[in-house]
């Protein structure tokens, strides 16, 4: 059984202030040290340990691997108790999750597309290091300030193998996270109560519908981030 850490507690100069996540691989802490700046401590659960623990090193390796502003960077790992932990940077901004459902914002077609070759850049980067992350949902992307993109949590990222691990599977994250931006400003009023396809529901042209079904593969699959990028740039001259 896991036992938490609670607000307060201090584990090896760490001084846990809340948490902020949990999956099912670990529980994830804000905590502060020293001159109270803040940092992010992955709690790795004890079963996931026992069933898994060949596969857990991926994350520290591959995190390690990445000197990158687009990913935040790995600490330090540490045993208190007989539990592992994970100390990672912590980025200041919100999660894409928080912007839709929190603070309601809509993202019009211009933004959309920014932030579209923005995450394509983010898989460039692993792709240059043959990483796929395989989770780029909207609670893993967090926007600074300043607009920046950071991706987080490389629990499920491998080394692309082409037979399990497929570069593939980041580019249909990619079209998932943007048909969340398309539904933000969705008007579902008028909508007949019936459930349809995101591709009959939403109002696209059809060169947007064509660039999504190819990054999920109903339509012919792209083949690489070239080209990916070409379409990209094409339909936000399109938009414009």
């Not at 760490?14 to 996540?21: D, N, Q, R, V």
């Not at 108790?81 to 929190?102: A, R």
């Not at 491998?158 to 994250?173: F, L, S, V």
């Amino acid at each position: 059984m896991d036992k938490y850490c609670m607000p307060g507690e201090n584990i090896k100069g760490y001084t846990i202030i809340s948490i902020i996540g949990e999956g099912r691989y670990g529980i994830v802490y804000l905590c502060k040290k020293d001159t109270n700046k803040k940092y992010v401590i992955k709690q790795l659960k004890k079963e996931m340990m026992e069933k898994s623990r060949k596969k857990l090193f991926y994350e520290e390796e591959i995190m390690k691997s990445l000197d990158d502003k687009k990913f935040p960077k790995f600490i330090e790992k540490f045993n208190y108790n007989n539990t592992q932990y994970y100390v990672i940077e912590f980025i200041e901004g919100k999660d894409f999750y928080e912007i839709l459902s929190f603070d309601g914002y809509e993202f019009s077609r211009n933004e959309i597309y920014d932030i579209a070759e923005k995450i394509l850049n983010i898989i460039v980067a692993l792709q240059e290091k043959n990483i796929v992350h395989r989770d780029i949902r909207i609670p893993n992307v967090i926007m600074t300030e300043k607009k920046d993109l950071v991706l987080i949590d490389f629990g499920l990222a491998r080394y692309i193998d082409n037979e399990r691990y497929k570069k593939e599977i980041d580019y249909w994250y990619m079209a998932d996270f943007l048909l969340h931006l398309y539904y933000s400003s969705y008007d579902d009023e008028n909508v007949e109560l019936e459930d349809q396809p995101w591709y009959e529901e939403l109002d696209l042209k059809k060169e947007e519908l064509f660039f999504l079904k190819r990054l999920m593969g109903m339509e012919k699959p792209y083949e690489n981030t070239d080209e990916i990028m070409t379409d990209l740039f094409k339909i936000k001259n399109i938009t414009l």
